[in-house]
């Protein structure tokens, strides 16, 4: 996953979360647009935190899957959903 700034005909920039998939570039998610140059700084924080977020998840269900493989004990999904993310 990457950040990506996309000019906009308005002249703002918006940032944007963006997952290779197959060969092409997806949005995973439009964070906001900005005007200013602190502003999309701001907003380029605001990505690098989902970003976090995101790879906190995918971390602990990889964790759980290996636990379940290696050991045979039963992953607990359910654990995933009570990740709270506070802001």
Do not use: D, W
Request: with cysteine; hydrophobic share 35%; net charge positive.
């Amino acid at each position: 996953m990457f950040i990506r700034k996309v000019k906009n005909r308005s002249g703002s920039q918006s940032v944007q979360v963006i997952q290779k998939f197959r060969g092409k570039n997806k949005v995973v998610k439009t964070i906001g647009c900005a005007t200013t140059q602190h502003e999309i700084e701001r907003l380029e924080q605001l990505v690098r935190e989902e970003m976090n977020r995101y790879k906190i998840i995918v971390e602990t269900f990889i964790f759980y899957i290996f636990r379940y493989l290696i050991t045979g004990l039963c992953p607990k999904p359910h654990l995933l959903f009570c990740l709270e993310t506070k802001k």
